[in-house]
């Protein structure tokens, strides 16, 4: 072989050597969608039960729904999401994909009304007192405060002067706070009702 030939063979092997780990250090760098998410420190969903969440914060979103191939989004529709974050999340990244997972595929913040209105509940010793002046608003006769709170306890007949008024109240509250999202009861434990009388400033 001639100098020559052998100069122009070393240049090919070098250059196909660095080409190669130029491959392999692009392959290395890239990550899948899920790397990428718990890269940022988001965690899965593991229970199935968290894509109810998902289903009805999203109730109106055209691109899941094109993603699942519905027409309409309902809560029993959790495995078809299951199964779309489980296909795609084995995927690299793109843009329009990571966005979709982080939406679809991450557990959910908002899980309850309490988690939504990200509010405290009055302090204990003012219950009695924030019982006393709803109350009185309207008098007992016409009270929407005192006619729902004695519709949620069974045999309660609340009225201004009840001394247990505010741990009733208390008791209401934390339990319409701690509604699921898409549980909320519509008559009662309202948010418009939770929020006029449950959180402070309220």
């Given amino acids: 072989m001639s100098p020559t030939t052998l100069k122009v063979s070393l240049m090919a092997g070098g250059f196909a050597t660095v080409s190669g780990l130029g491959s392999a250090t692009y392959l290395l760098t890239r990550s899948t969608i899920e790397q990428q998410l718990i890269g940022e420190g988001l965690k899965l969903i593991k229970d199935v039960n ?112 009840s001394p247990n008024g505010g741990a009733k109240l208390a008791e209401w509250c934390t339990s319409a706070l701690n509604q699921k999202i898409y549980e909320v009861d519509s008559t009662n434990k309202t948010e418009e009702n939770i929020l006029a009388w449950c959180l402070n400033g309220s």
Avoid: M
Wanted: proline fraction near 1%; glycine fraction near 2%; aromatic fraction near 8%.
């Fill in 50 to 161: 968290d894509y109810k969440f998902i289903l009805f914060t999203h109730k109106n979103n055209q691109e899941l729904k094109t993603a699942i191939s519905k027409d309409n989004l309902d809560l029993n529709q959790e495995a078809e999401v299951k199964k779309w974050c489980e296909n795609n999340l084995k995927k690299w990244t793109t843009d329009s994909l990571l966005k979709n997972a982080r939406e679809w595929c991450v557990i959910p913040k908002v899980k309850t009304l309490k988690d939504k209105l990200s509010s405290k509940l009055k302090t204990g010793k003012d219950w009695q007192e924030h019982f006393k002046s709803l109350a009185s608003v309207s008098g007992t006769s016409n009270n929407k405060f005192l006619t729902t709170l004695n519709a949620s306890f069974s045999g309660a007949n609340l009225n201004q002067t």
